[in-house]
């Protein structure tokens, strides 16, 4: 257990402070200029932002959920971190793992935040904000798991980074098509597909990213 919080800790340190990186400040400032340039991009129509600024914070935390992407798994695996790790009896998969939570920790909470100004500048409704923030809740961290696992699929290829943002955007669409859904009728069906999609993926993420680190090592 104590290994398991050391991971924790590293990889929050990382990924919140992030150096160069920008760490959680990059995907919040993203989504906010997101968030403030969209009513310039429509037009002062009320209506029109209230009817789309759901969808568009959607779009939003997807983007930022890719920002850190280049710096999830590479860095780790350049350095033989992922060696020791093993060396000390801790599995690639325990690894991902951790990651995945200390990514979603890194950007879900912060966007969660940040999607209450978002929302006063689209001027979404107090019913139509909870429901973002409740899809939010259960959709962010299946982003974060596919977050890395892609990141683990492409480390050691060349513009590994552009290539991952690329994979995620596809293989996030269900996660994305159900939370901006819930935004419409029948929202608690939305809200519990994206839950369902966003389990399935954190139930995925530590198998496949784990092989894909051994792979890339090997």
């Not at 513009?159 to 991952?164: I, R, S």
């Not at 996030?172 to 939305?190: H, K, Q």
């Amino acid at each position: 257990m104590s290994r398991l919080m050391t991971l924790l800790r590293r990889d929050l340190a990382r990924l919140l402070l992030g150096g160069r990186g920008g760490g959680a400040l990059l995907p919040v400032l993203f989504f906010l200029s997101v968030a403030m340039l969209y009513p310039f991009a429509v037009g002062p129509d009320a209506p029109l932002l209230a009817k789309t600024g759901g969808g568009v914070i959607w779009v939003a935390a997807l983007l930022a959920a890719i920002l850190p992407l280049d710096r999830l798994v590479e860095p780790d695996i350049e350095q033989g971190l992922f060696d020791q790790w093993a060396l000390r009896g801790i599995s690639e998969e325990l690894v991902i793992a951790v990651r995945v939570l200390a990514h979603w920790i890194s950007f879900g909470p912060p966007l969660m935040l940040a999607a209450l100004p978002a929302a006063a500048l689209l001027g979404l409704d107090g019913q139509t904000v909870r429901v973002v923030e409740i899809g939010l809740l259960a959709g962010t961290p299946g982003l974060a798991a596919l977050g890395v696992t892609v990141a683990a699929l492409t480390s050691g290829l060349r513009g590994g980074a552009a290539l991952a943002g690329l994979l995620v955007i596809p293989m996030a669409v269900p996660v994305l098509i159900f939370g901006a859904g819930s935004l419409g009728t029948g929202g608690e069906s939305g809200l519990a597909l994206t839950a369902a999609a966003s389990l399935v993926l954190i139930a995925i993420a530590p198998f496949a990213g784990g092989a894909a680190v051994r792979a890339s090592r090997g």
